[in-house]
């Protein structure tokens, strides 16, 4: 990998690691709010307000995905997909293989939800613009409808940080024994002290 590559991966690796920090930051406030506006079976004091606010939280995790979709899709998952091969087994964790699929199969979800969402949109008569009910409805349906997948990516993203340390770590044991045998074959013999 080119020096060149291996910037570019560690950007988008940055990137990825600041989504899960701010979709973290999102749920967190969301799980406040929800705390603070819900009786104890969990329903809320007033659905107007509470549903509003949840689709802020819809709108605001789409928004702190956006920024990385692309990359997800171009570079960061094929990028795991064919690190993990490469890794030995005792650096590998079991649920790996199984995260790269769910992450791949939320990342396709979100794909046709846009693709539906532009088609919807493309439809809209004039009028309906950002801040009317005929455009931020079927807007806000398309945000709920992926939230679960956003939260997925906020979940497992992890994975790829994860896949990407295994990947780059070099097995250091070998190179140890190697050392110490080499160390001892080319040792000189103690030399005896005893006096005569």
Same mark, same amino acid.
Request: proline fraction near 7%.
């Given at each position: 990998m080119?020096? $060149? ?7 988008a690796?940055? +990137?990825?690691? +600041?989504?899960? =920090? ?5 749920? =967190?406030?969301?799980d ?10 969990g329903?809320?004091h007033?659905?107007? %307000?509470?549903?509003? +606010? #949840?689709?802020r939280?819809d709108?605001?995790?789409?928004? %702190?995905?956006?920024?990385i +979709?692309f990359? =997800?899709l171009?570079h ?22 199984w995260?790269?699929?769910t992450?791949?199969?939320s ?8 693709? $539906? ?10 009028r ?17 409808? %992926? ?9 497992h993203? #992890?994975a790829?940080?994860d896949?990407?340390?295994?990947? #780059?770590?070099r /097995?250091?044991?070998?190179t ?6 080499t160390?001892? =074959?080319?040792?000189?013999? /103690? ?6």
């Amino acid at each position: 990998m080119s020096l $060149s590559a291996d910037e570019d991966h560690q950007r988008a690796l940055g +990137r990825l690691t +600041r989504y899960i =920090a701010e979709a973290e930051e999102i749920l =967190a406030s969301w799980d406040d709010y929800s705390d603070e506006h819900t009786d104890a079976d969990g329903w809320p004091h007033d659905p107007t %307000a509470y549903g509003a +606010r #949840q689709r802020r939280r819809d709108a605001d995790t789409w928004e %702190a995905f956006a920024k990385i +979709r692309f990359v =997800a899709l171009t570079h960061l998952l094929p990028f795991a997909e064919r690190q993990l091969p490469h890794i030995p087994a005792l650096r590998t964790c079991p649920s790996w293989a199984w995260q790269l699929k769910t992450l791949r199969t939320s990342l396709d979800e979100l794909y046709d939800l846009q693709e $539906s969402w532009l088609a919807e949109r493309d439809a809209l008569p004039d009028r309906a613009v950002p801040g009317t009910e005929e455009y931020d409805e079927p807007l806000a349906d398309r945000n709920a409808e %992926a939230w679960h997948y956003l939260d997925t990516w906020a979940v497992h993203g #992890q994975a790829l940080l994860d896949i990407n340390t295994a990947a #780059q770590q070099r /097995p250091r044991h070998r190179t140890r024994l190697t050392t110490v045998a080499t160390v001892s =074959a080319t040792s000189p013999k /103690p030399v005896s002290r005893r006096t005569p």
